[in-house]
């Protein structure tokens, strides 16, 4: 075991014991440290064979029985439900300590079903299947009766058969039971077949009927074409049936205990007692279906190289599980992760380098969203390039390329993450590619996803790099496709300016601003301009001033376009001129178009630019919903640079009420605090806040939650129109609607479901109600039901 996975299990399992390390005494302490190291590190850096070492182990165990059991047993619970890459092992040590004390495998096997009991409850559900898979290898071991296995197995596919409860509840349990018999499932076909075969035929039925709404929106891919891209119930479930086909016979898990096979044989099993999974309660979050990612098979990989597991194999699961959870581990520390997953077990017999990738890849095209942040998996992959540059580089262009020819049906949410890595890795390698090779892109429609791939990679990289550089990189073939220089534009001093409205005011609050004027100053000189939107007739007052906004903000953003370093000084030393002008939506929207105008050429100024004003309350969400959807930015509407200015709204918005949900909580939870315990100090009853306090809390965090609806209210609205328009259009010319812009469209909508499901899913009730009702066209209302179906 490496160092970081010690490291792992050291940093979960400290937290638990420090208190207790504090009572025990220096000798006990000395004893639980060597028991630790003893089990943590069997069979490690030793020229003995793992098996001489686990009975070398369970010998010097069985003495420390009488003084350390409970010790011995947390220390075994923890390696059970937290290193399933070792469970074999711990589960055959296990065994040996049964064979020799039949009352500690009694309590072992007692402690490990508290510990599944206890995950159930507080929803891990990846330790509780860890627990569960480690009781079924006891079997295996001769610890627990392959029977009351069983009625653990049909306890869960019992609960897995409620009605009204959620499909992914279900979904869990019947995974949960599937998962264990690559493990387990030789020996109940060889000791209970028969309840076996009627556990299968209950999966089979189970599957049969379930719902797969989900799914379309869950495919990198939509069509299959070379590889089926499959439901992970569905593909576990074929993988199982092949090996139930097999006799049970696979080539990957290490079996320690059929070398002890005499010793174990011998022991007395345990019956396990009844284990039921819990009832289902509103606030449980179960894991969320997948799609199972598929780029090779074996005719990709080398002739003269080993074979890649087929996709139906039970081998390509279980390895494919190993490579996840090496990243699960050490995916902080990408030197670490990238030396583990190339020393991954037996990898000569498989073509490791693409199964590494493969993985890799399914992780960050993950739907609704990648475990980790996107820049982790680009890490890592730039670390397997330095430690394999032999092989590595290589099978990541193939991957590219094989992604590149498939790009076409290929999900939006993947395509920009696509995007993300591809110009990301460039450049930390040189911005060194074949462009040639992609020529045929350049004929097709600008929109058409392959050279649309290709501008927004340059798009991207120029984020990391500088104009020349990407114009270098392109050469004259690709110069189409490279963006324009990033330089800001104040129309006031273009040609023909003079003719504006403003123009001359602009000048003279451009020649303040660098006199270091003050905001009042800035806001005497605007007086001088007339209100557009005041008529002669009109008594009313307009709510704003478009003028005195455009030609405030524009001419301010071109003082601070230097970097962005200057814009953020000048907004900050100007915040009260934009409190003073943008009060209203409209003239916050109206801010926006000038904070465009400027910087149109320029995507990623616009971007941290629209943050910091949403940082800084100079515009609210909602505006910047309502500018994205305008008329006006048609131009851009299938941009990136749009919906990355309307995802990180959405997520300003949702980290605001999630902070005041927090302050709230735990306002109210120090409020009903005992105030008449003595231990309180004075310091206590002083932070304690009082009954207004809280309520003020609350009452801002039920309008954020209000200001959250109606930007998802916005959104969704917005969306329906301009699809629902298009339809119509569509069907009035005789024409497919599967346009390009549709493609996109429909894509982002998707997006924002999948990237925000959480938070779209507290308000899904009321988009249900107003805006995505029984109606509206199928084709749209599609993306919602398949978002429900997530949860459902």
């Not at 309590?107 to 079924?136: G, M, Q, Y």
């Not at 996709?311 to 390509?316: A, D, F, P, T, V």
């Not at 916050?588 to 629209?610: A, E, G, K, T």
Request: charged letters at 25%; a negative charge; aromatic letters at 10%.
């Amino acid at each position: 075991m490496s160092k970081s996975v010690r490291r792992k299990y050291d940093d979960d399992y400290d937290d638990d014991r420090s208190a207790k390390r504090r009572r025990l005494s220096g000798d006990a302490v000395e004893i639980e440290d060597r028991l630790e190291s003893l089990i943590i590190r069997v069979g490690e850096r030793s020229t003995a064979s793992l098996e001489s070492n686990l009975e070398g182990l369970s010998s010097v165990l069985e003495n420390d029985l009488v003084k350390a059991k409970d010790k011995i047993q947390r220390i075994l619970v923890d390696c059970a439900s937290k290193m399933p890459e070792r469970s074999s092992v711990y589960s055959t040590l296990v065994g040996l300590l049964n064979a020799k004390n039949y009352n500690f495998g009694g309590e072992f096997a007692e402690s490990l079903v508290r510990c599944l009991k206890d995950s159930l409850k507080i929803c891990e559900w990846d330790k509780a299947r860890n627990c569960l898979r480690f009781l079924s290898d006891l079997v295996n071991c001769h610890v627990v009766s392959a029977s009351s296995l069983m009625a653990v197995y049909d306890n869960f596919l019992d609960a897995a058969l409620e009605q009204g409860v959620p499909q992914v509840r279900t979904d869990w349990l019947v995974y949960a039971v599937l998962t264990c018999l690559p493990w387990v499932g030789r020996e109940l076909f060889e000791k209970r077949e028969t309840e076996l075969d009627r556990l299968l035929a209950t999966v089979s039925s189970y599957l049969d009927r379930r719902s797969k709404k989900h799914v379309p929106a869950l495919r990198v891919w939509s069509g299959d074409d070379p590889h089926p891209q499959e439901e992970h119930l569905d593909c576990l479930w074929a993988q199982i049936s092949k090996l139930r086909a097999d006799n049970w016979q696979e080539k990957h898990i290490l079996r320690p205990y059929l070398a002890f096979d005499s010793i174990l044989s011998e022991a007395l099993q345990h019956k396990l007692p009844e284990i039921k999974a819990p009832p289902h309660h509103a606030s449980n979050v179960y894991p969320q279906p997948r799609v199972v990612f598929r780029m090779f098979d074996y005719t990709d990989c080398p002739e003269n190289g080993p074979i890649l597991p087929g996709s139906h194999s039970i081998e390509r699961y279980l390895i494919e599980e190993h490579l996840h959870h090496i990243l699960e581990v050490h995916h902080n520390d990408r030197k670490e992760c990238s030396a583990q997953l190339l020393n991954f077990p037996h990898k000569t017999k498989i073509p490791l380098d693409y199964m590494i990738v493969e993985v890799i890849f399914s992780e960050l095209f993950q739907m609704p969203a990648p475990r980790y942040l996107e820049i982790n998996y680009g890490c890592i992959l730039i670390e397997l390039c330095k430690l394999q540059p032999s092989t590595i580089p290589q099978v990541l262009a193939q991957a590219t390329e094989i992604m590149f020819d498939r790009i076409d049906t290929m999900n939006v949410s993947a395509f920009q993450r696509f995007v993300g890595w591809f110009s990301y890795h460039l450049s930390n390698f040189h911005f060194r590619w074949q462009w040639s090779d992609w020529a045929d892109c350049l004929a097709l429609d600008p929109e058409h996803p392959k050279p649309k791939f290709v501008r927004e990679t340059f798009e991207k990289c120029l984020r990391l790099s500088y104009h020349q550089r990407i114009q270098e990189m392109a050469g004259q073939e690709f110069a189409a496709l490279v963006p324009v220089e990033t330089k800001p534009r104040l129309r006031y001093r273009e040609e023909g300016a003079g003719s504006l409205p403003g123009t001359m005011i602009a000048h003279q609050l451009m020649s303040a601003i660098k006199e270091r004027c003050s905001p009042e100053e800035a806001i005497r000189l605007l007086k001088e301009l007339h209100n557009p939107l005041k008529t002669a007739d009109d008594d009313a007052e307009p709510t704003h001033n478009p003028l005195k906004i455009e030609v405030f903000t524009e001419t301010l953003l071109f003082v601070g376009s230097k970097s962005f370093s200057h814009a953020f000084a000048a907004i900050a030393k100007f915040h009260y001129v934009f409190k003073v002008l943008a009060e209203t939506e409209e003239a916050q929207i109206c801010v926006l178009r000038s904070l465009y105008n400027v910087w149109r050429d320029h995507p990623q100024m616009m971007c941290v630019l629209v943050d910091k004003m949403l940082k800084t309350q100079i515009v609210e969400c909602s505006a910047v919903a309502n500018w994205i959807f305008s008329r006006e930015m048609n131009a851009d509407f299938l941009k990136s640079y749009v919906w990355e200015i309307l995802n990180l709204t959405i997520r300003k918005m949702s980290q605001h009420v999630h902070k005041l949900t927090v302050e709230a909580a735990e306002a109210r939870a120090r409020l009903h605090h005992d105030s008449g315990d003595d231990s309180d100090s004075d310091d206590d009853r002083r932070d304690r806040p009082s009954d207004e306090q809280v309520e003020r809390m609350e009452e801002r965090l039920e309008q954020a939650q209000s200001d959250q609806k109606t930007l998802f209210l916005i959104i969704f609205q917005r969306f329906i129109m301009i699809l629902s328009e298009h339809l119509v259009r569509s069907d009035t010319d005789g024409k497919d609607f599967r346009t390009h812009w549709w493609k996109w469209t429909f894509g982002r909508l998707q997006q924002i479901f999948m990237q925000h499901n959480e938070q779209v899913h507290k308000y899904s009730q009321t988009l249900e109600t107003l805006l995505f009702t029984q109606d509206l066209d199928p084709h749209v209302l599609d993306a919602f039901h398949q978002f429900l179906a997530l949860r459902d």
